[in-house]
């Protein structure tokens, strides 16, 4: 089966909109043991024709976004119906839909927006709970002059598309599709190791094998390691897997490291205190954007100034000034403090040069020092290199941090 | 000039990583008087030989993204320089380059990782200054059996692309078009009006002028109101645009509030700390993300537990027990504690129910305090309700303060 996605929107390529369509679907057909062959984006307006033509020359079906609206550059309906030489008619169901969807919220309905209530003979509506516009389903058709696939006109806004596609769509698409599901998809969430590193460890072997789909996604500091194939075979094969990854393997899915680590806490019944300067409070976003990390979190010092690492965490001023703000011996004061102050099992203290300034040659811009304190152990530090941006440089502190603070909790 | 952008990668069609890329090539793009006409995603491997021969019989300029890395699903290179009939050779700078980004960072250089310096004849190679994997450039070519547009391979991970296209991909098209820019283009940056206001106060009436293309893109409680047309018409509206928006602009242009804030700060030679509780350090974190913030920014308290809002910034036990960690008196306190705590001139205290857990009938999910406080001055704090995501909270909640801030910088 061979599916094709058509975005519609000039917002989309003039960059007002990032589209977040196409990777919703990916997300919802895979458990169908469908996937998306192609995508593509095209301006409102006459591209749409074109771009219509040459994917039902491709596809079995054909998922179209936007164009469906009131506006004078929503004409999706109207070219769709035009190539597939369909009549248009006035749905009453549709426009009584409208009317008591602007009624509800105190809008006057306009003669504009009878537009949205025209249906292509032999087109089925797919109603819309969430907006005007309702979708239309297309059964595939073949004649003389024109093959077509299953085709689906659905609106622009993810909030009415989304229920729309779980609601509607999905439901045609299985009946179509009922055996698809064949395949299965397995993500390994990776830290600690470069996609290489990943692939030299794992991943060539199980590519080699040929029955199973190997593929690799790089963050910083992280990477997807994604298997697709026979439950059978993904099932027979995670033991090579997690040999092979051991304690870089973060999650199994999508579960991100600040989820993994908050979770760890939780089941542990531990608290980890913070002590940042360079990373200035991104370790403490980063662990508050986890539901739950009240629980685990109790206080972050983002001690930029240096008199503020002394007052706040009790860095001896004399260190900073024989050291250096940014050395190993304030990092373990730092990460030390955090944890005495707020009465916590764990400190992390970080220090470093996010650049771009503020570098030295023997501090060059990226040098960072994680230290990380714990009640009745001995405190470790390490000395990082991260020349990069500020934004990468912030990115890849705290992910170290975060990975070391895991490890330590899984020993 | 016929533009298009191929992106290559299966994860984008999977749904495990969204495509930034197309939206962010728009916006960069534009200035020049360039657009996108059309763009694809195809997955990682042979599809793509197929998209490259499509989109050269349309475009002047491709754009593809991913495939460049050492993985053995990454073929973009190989595949373009079969079709084009281009031998590799190996290049000696791009290796020597790759074993020192590997040495600097610890990691060891892997024979699969030569892929990455395997360079086709007659392609102009663009340096990587953020991953192994360098961009590579052909000029259009046109011979009896091919016609190529100007195409660009570029690295698939943001962080390499964006300072690549840049720094070397826009200056090549910019000499390409030099005269492409006939229209400007101006952003307003707003904060604290919908589009709807915007578009009420100011965007109908230049919009019937009917010279100039208006446009609106709307993010958590901010707008980047656009105008583009010839140069003279923006300057004649400006005046208009800038009385009907009056202190809700932030920037001419794309400067983010924490930009502007910073800026005004250093400017003042004035400072200000934070104690956060529900935006968990996310503020900090954004006054960071701008360079130069450690002049302006002494202290960070995330103070999540309530004994460390007493400890850290000397909220009265005794008021969190009356009014609850949630109250106007303790985010009053925390901003004044800030502010006293880390002698600076201003202090923020941010005291709030993030969700999804917390809410009561009394103050439910969205529920926040904000404070304001300044040396010399009576301390302001509002109650404001964003019930919404957590991620989305962090956003509003943060925006408004920031924004009380410059306004107070601004006064």
Same mark, same amino acid.
């Given at each position: 089966?061979?599916?094709?996605?058509?975005?519609?929107?000039?917002?989309?390529?003039?960059?007002?909109?990032?589209?977040?369509?196409?990777?919703?679907?990916?997300?919802?057909?895979?458990?169908?043991?469908?996937?998306?062959?192609?995508?593509?984006?095209?301006?409102?307006?006459?591209?749409?024709?074109?771009?219509?033509?040459?994917?039902?020359?491709?596809?079995?079906?054909?998922?179209?976004?936007?164009?469906?609206?009131?506006?004078?550059?929503?004409?999706?309906?109207?070219?769709?119906?035009?190539?597939?030489?369909?009549?248009?008619?006035?749905?009453?169901?549709?426009?009584?839909?409208?009317?008591?969807?602007?009624?509800?919220?105190?809008?006057?309905?306009?003669?504009?927006?009878?537009?949205?209530?025209?249906?292509?003979?032999?087109?089925?509506?797919?109603?819309?709970?969430?907006?005007?516009?309702?979708?239309?389903?297309?059964?595939?058709?073949?004649?003389?002059?024109?093959?077509?696939?299953?085709?689906?006109?659905?609106?622009?806004?993810?909030?009415?598309?989304?229920?729309?596609?779980?609601?509607?769509?999905?439901?045609?698409?299985?009946?179509?599709?009922?055996?698809?599901?064949?395949?299965?998809?397995?993500?390994?969430?990776?830290?600690?190791?470069?996609?290489?590193?990943?692939?030299?460890?794992?991943?060539?072997?199980?590519?080699?094998?040929?029955?199973?789909?190997?593929?690799?996604?790089?963050?910083?500091?992280?990477?997807?390691?994604?298997?697709?194939?026979?439950?059978?075979?993904?099932?027979?094969?995670?033991?090579?897997?997690?040999?092979?990854?051991?304690?870089?393997?973060?999650?199994?899915?999508?579960?991100?490291?600040?989820?993994?680590?908050?979770?760890?806490?939780?089941?542990?019944?531990? $608290?980890?205190?913070?002590?940042?300067?360079?990373?200035?409070?991104?370790?403490?976003?980063?662990?508050?954007?986890?539901?739950?990390?009240?629980?685990?979190?109790?206080?972050?010092?983002?001690?930029?100034?240096?008199?503020?690492?002394?007052?706040?965490?009790?860095?001896?001023?004399?260190?900073?000034?024989?050291?250096?703000?940014?050395?190993?011996?304030?990092?373990?004061?730092?990460?030390?403090?955090?944890?005495?102050?707020?009465?916590?099992?764990?400190?992390?203290?970080?220090?470093?040069?996010?650049?771009?300034?503020?570098?030295?040659?023997?501090?060059?811009?990226?040098?960072?020092?994680?230290?990380?304190?714990?009640?009745?152990?001995? $405190?470790?530090?390490?000395?990082?290199?991260?020349?990069?941006?500020?934004?990468?440089?912030?990115?890849?502190?705290?992910?170290?941090?975060?990975?070391?603070?895991?490890?330590?909790?899984?020993?």
């Amino acid at each position: 089966v061979t599916i094709e996605v058509l975005n519609t929107g000039t917002e989309l390529l003039l960059g007002q909109v990032v589209n977040t369509h196409l990777a919703w679907f990916g997300r919802e057909l895979f458990p169908l043991g469908l996937r998306i062959a192609r995508q593509t984006t095209l301006p409102d307006g006459a591209a749409i024709r074109q771009g219509l033509l040459e994917a039902f020359d491709r596809c079995d079906v054909l998922l179209v976004t936007g164009g469906l609206g009131p506006t004078t550059d929503d004409i999706t309906r109207e070219i769709t119906a035009e190539i597939l030489g369909r009549r248009l008619h006035e749905d009453a169901t549709i426009v009584a839909a409208i009317e008591a969807r602007l009624a509800r919220r105190g809008f006057a309905f306009r003669p504009r927006m009878r537009r949205q209530a025209m249906v292509p003979e032999g087109a089925t509506v797919l109603p819309n709970g969430n907006g005007t516009a309702p979708g239309l389903y297309f059964p595939a058709t073949s004649t003389a002059a024109l093959a077509t696939p299953h085709l689906f006109l659905l609106p622009g806004p993810p909030r009415e598309l989304r229920p729309m596609f779980a609601d509607a769509v999905l439901p045609i698409l299985r009946a179509l599709h009922p055996a698809a599901a064949a395949q299965d998809f397995r993500s390994y969430h990776v830290v600690g190791l470069g996609e290489s590193a990943v692939e030299e460890r794992i991943g060539l072997t199980l590519a080699e094998r040929g029955d199973l789909e190997v593929g690799y996604c790089a963050r910083p500091n992280e990477v997807d390691f994604r298997l697709i194939g026979p439950r059978e075979t993904l099932d027979a094969v995670e033991p090579l897997v997690l040999a092979a990854l051991g304690d870089h393997l973060v999650s199994r899915g999508n579960g991100t490291l600040e989820e993994v680590v908050v979770g760890l806490l939780r089941a542990q019944g531990k $608290t980890v205190a913070l002590a940042e300067s360079c990373t200035g409070g991104f370790l403490a976003h980063r662990l508050t954007n986890v539901p739950g990390a009240s629980e685990v979190f109790p206080a972050g010092y983002v001690t930029y100034a240096n008199a503020v690492k002394t007052d706040a965490v009790g860095v001896p001023a004399e260190w900073i000034a024989a050291h250096g703000a940014v050395s190993e011996p304030v990092a373990r004061a730092m990460a030390e403090g955090a944890l005495s102050r707020a009465g916590a099992d764990f400190g992390i203290g970080i220090t470093g040069i996010a650049g771009p300034g503020g570098g030295t040659a023997e501090k060059p811009v990226g040098t960072v020092f994680i230290a990380l304190a714990e009640r009745g152990q001995d $405190t470790v530090c390490t000395r990082e290199a991260f020349p990069t941006d500020r934004a990468t440089f912030k990115d890849l502190t705290t992910q170290a941090a975060l990975d070391r603070l895991r490890l330590r909790l899984m020993a």
